[in-house]
């Protein structure tokens, strides 16, 4: 059954810090991986997204890396702000429709000052 | 364009009542979305469309459930009767196709709560 585990489930972490956020998958095929922000009471937002053959990719402070072989993805955010407080969602495509998508249930991140 | 528009934001009803959610997709935008988050579950796939016309409904848990799209800037998510395990946070998202790369821009989603 394809699955998307995602870890920690929750994050406290003070103001100017770094922070991983880590994601593994058992999808197959593989398609592509999208790391979504949703901040409360929002719907989630596109950070990134990863096809098999990039390894990394950066969107400002987050840098999002994708190891194909051991189906493993990890977010980093560099210099943490308060308004980078939100649940991150990671999300597997294995290449089909829509209906395909395995969404992980995300970590929630609480930056504190 | 204002992005995806849902209405109503928060939705309170008595177990029983019909309840109706709307949404507005990205003008241009071909395949529609509805989707429903839960602490539980996370965000799970209820039904797709790709040109007003349903493609997958597999994701729709009872048939308490129906979802319809009259036309391209408008579809509605119905439960009836509703129960209180329906409670929950749905949203809609619309996409220019349901494939690869391309990208799902979620509303701000409808909070239901089924007392």
């Known amino acids: 059954k394809n699955q998307v585990e995602q870890s920690p489930q929750s994050l406290i972490i003070l103001e100017g810090k770094n922070c991983t956020l880590q994601?593994?998958?058992?999808?197959?095929?593989?398609?592509?991986l999208r790391w979504y922000k949703q901040d409360t009471g929002r719907g989630p937002v596109s950070l990134t997204i990863?096809?098999?053959?990039?390894n990394t990719k950066s969107n400002g402070r987050y840098t999002a890396t994708l190891d194909a072989d051991t189906k493993q993805s990890s977010l980093h955010i560099t210099a943490s702000q308060l308004s980078d407080s939100a649940s991150y969602i990671c999300?597997?495509?294995?290449?089909?429709?829509?209906?395909?998508?395995?969404f992980g249930k995300g970590t929630h991140l609480i930056i504190q000052p | 364009d204002a992005g995806v528009i849902q209405s109503p934001r928060h939705e309170v009803t008595e177990m029983g009542q019909e309840v109706t959610l709307r949404c507005k997709p990205i003008?241009?935008?071909?395949?529609l979305f509805w989707y429903r988050q839960t602490m539980m579950r996370g965000l799970e796939l209820l039904i797709y469309?790709?040109?007003?016309?349903?493609?997958?409904d597999s994701g729709m848990p009872e048939d308490r459930f129906s979802a319809k799209m009259p036309n391209a800037s408008f579809s509605t998510l119905k439960i009836q009767p509703s129960e209180p395990r329906d409670s929950a946070v749905y949203f809609c998202?619309?996409?220019?196709?349901?494939?690869?790369?391309?990208?799902?821009?979620f509303g701000q989603g409808t909070r239901l709560t089924v007392v």
């Open positions: 990863m096809t098999f053959s990039e």
């Open positions: 999300v597997v495509n294995p290449g089909g429709g829509a209906d395909g998508l395995t």
């Open positions: 469309f790709n040109n007003n016309v349903p493609i997958d």
């Open positions: 003008s241009g935008h071909d395949y």
């Open positions: 998202a619309s996409s220019l196709d349901s494939r690869m790369n391309t990208e799902a821009f």
């Open positions: 994601c593994n998958y058992t999808v197959s095929p593989f398609s592509n």
